[in-house]
């Protein structure tokens, strides 16, 4: 979503980082660049004028003269202004009442009301173990609470029973009467929206509010709307009072403007995003992340927190045993591309990597997406178990055999072959946990579910991360040690399982030709 704005600040401040000292014109002309940068952002524009405001009067002054990299002392004062406009704390939902407590979700029509309501039943209900009830209160959309109970269903929460014919405020006062007999810790209550805001909506929330009375009344708003998402924000908070908002489809290609102004505009915390579609796409609104995500400084801390939710620590631990012993086999490779999709591939990776922004032409050159784990997988999935076992076994006419089965040539087979030679050859290097993320993840070994988020982001601020790794200060100049510098092929270094010191044969895997 913020990917225009980051180019675009990351080429404001490369002309700023560039030069010994700044003269205040130099600053003036950055303001410029990043105000009209933020206004094509579709920020509010009064937050912009605010934003520039500060940053100018805190660069024009001393500190930056003094500072040995004036450049950098701006990029950090743009950065501590951005974190300070996203909302400086990350404020996750409130359940702090006696259960069972009520959250209300409200906010128009197709803004994802319902999807966001199954996504926060899941992930209290799965990590942090809470018996949650849901209720859809909407009766006017055709199949809506029919909707809710199937996404119920999907996700292992219970769904209030359906009864023809109850209205909002019947359906909220049976959830919580419900929810006290069955022993619930959160009712969700996914509310009626309209295509826009028109008195009877206000009056049947005002009406639901006051029957459930919410500890939590959360506005889900649709990021792509823009700037309207603000005026919707506020318009929602006179009348019904809400909490916090929860913004969905933070994975569009929206400008990211109902982002950046929301929590600046209506002084309410953004407390989640939805990244996809799937139940399970839904973060934590971490303002320091995000604006390390937009200066482009990479995103490490919210890596290993995604990688400690989707790596089987028991199967990391075995395969960690078995590399360092030198076994590694090709269903242990095809573990380790399937680990790397769940991470959300290349692509997704790379995205949280402090200054791969800037090498983003050398990656689409190497070919580097994320079919390619797709490909690879469908190949070792064409093999017996005795030929993933024993790779040797592998002559002319099975790697025929296994390029028809998986649709590619022989020659992507024979580069999948050598890759993982390369690789098994690396094992135990590996194992000692060199390379770049090996020292965080243990090669995608044992240990990683210890890594605390917590304490790297205390390392991440004192611009150091384990094994030495430097963060980058201001805006990086180049990668972090290890994700080679600026020619990203031959290999990149230590990404996690897919080879220690190099990543061998991944720029080759290119789009192989179908047959």
């Known amino acids: 979503m913020f990917e225009s704005l980051s180019d675009r600040l990351s080429g404001i401040f490369d002309k700023l980082t560039g030069r010994g000292a700044l003269s205040e014109n130099d600053v003036n002309e950055a303001m410029r660049e990043i105000r009209r940068a933020l206004i094509e952002a ?7 004028r605010s934003f520039t405001d500060k940053v100018r009067s805190r660069a024009v002054g001393a500190e930056v003269v003094k500072s040995v990299t004036p450049g950098q002392m701006v990029v950090k004062i743009v950065h501590d202004q951005l974190v300070e406009m996203l909302g400086a704390e990350a404020q996750p939902i409130d359940l702090n009442a006696p259960a069972p407590v009520a959250v209300m979700m409200v906010g128009l029509q197709g803004s994802g009301k319902t999807t966001t ?36 269903e999907q996700n292992d929460v219970d769904t209030l029973p359906i009864i023809e014919g109850q209205g909002p405020v019947e359906i909220a006062n049976r959830a919580m009467s419900a929810a006290k007999l069955g022993g619930y810790d959160l009712v969700l209550l996914d509310t009626a929206g309209r295509i826009h805001i028109d ?4 009056i049947e929330m005002a009406d639901v509010k006051a029957a459930a009375q919410p500890h939590e009344i959360l506005l889900v708003a649709d990021s792509l709307t823009g700037q309207d998402a603000v005026n919707l924000a506020q318009s929602f908070d006179e009348r019904v009072g809400i909490s916090g908002i929860v913004l969905t489809r933070m994975d569009g290609d929206g400008r990211g403007g109902a982002a950046l102004s929301m929590q600046a505009v209506t002084g309410k915390p953004v407390k989640l995003i939805g990244t996809g579609e799937k139940s399970d796409a839904l973060e934590d609104f971490h303002p320091k992340r995000i604006a390390d995500r937009i200066l482009g400084m990479g995103d490490i801390v919210s890596l290993v927190e995604k990688a400690a939710e989707a790596i089987d620590a028991e199967q990391a631990a075995k395969m960690a045993k078995k590399m360092q012993k030198g076994h590694f086999d090709l269903e242990d490779l095809a573990e380790q591309l399937k680990q790397m999709e769940k991470l959300g591939g290349m692509s997704g990776m790379m995205g949280m990597l402090p200054g791969v922004g800037k090498m983003k032409k050398q990656i689409e050159a190497a070919n580097v997406d994320d079919k390619m784990f797709k490909r690879q997988i469908a190949i070792i999935q064409s093999m017996t178990p005795s030929e993933r076992q024993k790779p040797d076994l592998l002559k002319a006419s099975r790697k025929k055999r296994i390029a028809a089965g998986s ?37 995608l070994g044992g240990g990683m579910p210890d890594v605390d988020p917590k304490q790297l982001e205390e390392m991440a601020k004192s611009g150091q991360l384990p094994g ?7 805006l990086p100049g180049g990668m972090p040690g290890g994700l080679g510098g600026p020619g990203l092929p031959p290999g990149m270094p230590g990404l996690p399982g897919l080879g220690g010191p190099k990543l061998p044969g991944l720029p080759g895997m290119g789009k192989g030709k179908k047959r």
């Open 407 to 443: 649709g590619v040539q022989v020659a992507e087979v024979n580069k999948l072959l050598k890759m993982h030679r390369q690789m098994a050859d690396m094992m135990k290097k590996m194992g000692k946990g060199k390379g770049m993320l090996g020292k965080l993840m243990g090669g």
């Open 199 to 202: 008195e009877p909506l206000m």
């Open 468 to 474: 030495g790794m430097d963060l980058p200060k201001g």
């Open 42 to 48: 579709d920020v509010a524009l009064p937050i912009v």
């Open 117 to 152: 309501t199954a996504k926060i039943a899941r992930r209290f209900t799965q990590r942090d173990k809470r018996k949650v009830l849901m209720a859809s209160l909407d009766t006017r959309r055709p199949a809506a609470q029919e909707q809710l109970k199937v996404l119920g």
